[in-house]
């Protein structure tokens, strides 16, 4: 469902009870990309990532054609950066009882002093139940970058919240595919790489892969169904493999 004609905001489910809000970006110099945000419907509702501030207004107005705004509980994000939560303080002032909710370490660095409501935060591995689905965080400093970075995984769907990783070009048309994404995503980072290539980057990557997520709902590009355990770990060995 195409929510914004002027610019091209779209909504649909890529999985039970989780939607994808699609932005398709021009960038200067004729590139084409995209912003992702992932809305999880539930007794507790959750975005996770904002887009940045430019994008309130459509991502916003996606989300109202689906569920109405102020029933926002949470607004999660894996690191401190524009496109993650940009627009949260926005967020925050339309739904009333939403507050951001985060790593410990981004909450103890950033969002507790950046956020106009304090942070609920995770710690590693912590689980929060939100009605029929139950979301986990998990601390994953560095990857792809940020010291405060995380990772939220839905254990109900098997829907792993992958922010940055598998970034694709191209205005991500496709809500859901389960095309091929680590080489289109691969081709896109190494002329500029986004990874911080810490020591801990596989081992980081192989924890995930461990537990078999059955979706990849990217930030960047269309969200991925398949045999996720696999994927991460021919990531894991592509960006180790220098
Ligand atoms: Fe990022
Ligand atoms: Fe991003």
């Not at 501030?53 to 607004?75: D, K, N, T, W």
């Not at 990857?143 to 205005?171: I, K, R, S, Y």
Request: aromatic share 8%.
């Amino acid at each position: 469902m195409i929510t914004n004609r002027q610019t091209g905001t779209n909504i649909h489910e890529i999985a039970d009870g989780i939607y994808r809000i699609n932005t398709p970006i021009d960038l200067p110099g004729g590139q084409a990309f995209s912003f992702n945000q992932y809305l999880l419907i539930d007794d507790q509702p959750l975005l996770f990532h904002t887009g940045g501030r430019f994008l309130f207004p459509a991502v916003s107005e996606a989300i109202a054609g689906v569920m109405p705004l102020e029933r926002l509980r949470y607004v999660s994000f894996s690191h401190t950066e524009s496109d993650e939560c940009g627009s949260l303080n926005q967020f925050l002032a339309a739904a009333p009882e939403a507050v951001p909710l985060c790593g410990q370490v981004a909450a103890m660095v950033s969002i507790g002093d950046l956020a106009d409501r304090p942070p609920r935060a995770l710690a590693d591995g912590e689980a929060l139940a939100l009605g029929k689905h139950t979301v986990r965080w998990f601390d994953t400093p560095h990857v792809p970058h940020g010291w405060d970075a995380g990772l939220l995984m839905d254990t109900t769907t098997g829907t792993l919240f992958c922010g940055d990783l598998f970034t694709q070009p191209g205005h991500g048309n496709r809500a859901l595919t389960q095309d091929d994404i680590l080489g289109p995503s691969e081709a896109f980072r190494q002329p500029m790489d986004y990874f911080a290539h810490a020591p801990q980057t596989a081992a980081t990557l192989h924890r995930f892969a461990q537990m078999k997520p059955q979706t990849l709902a990217c930030m960047h590009g269309s969200a991925w169904q398949g045999d996720g355990g696999t994927l991460l770990r021919h990531l894991g060995e592509a960006v180790t493999s220098r």
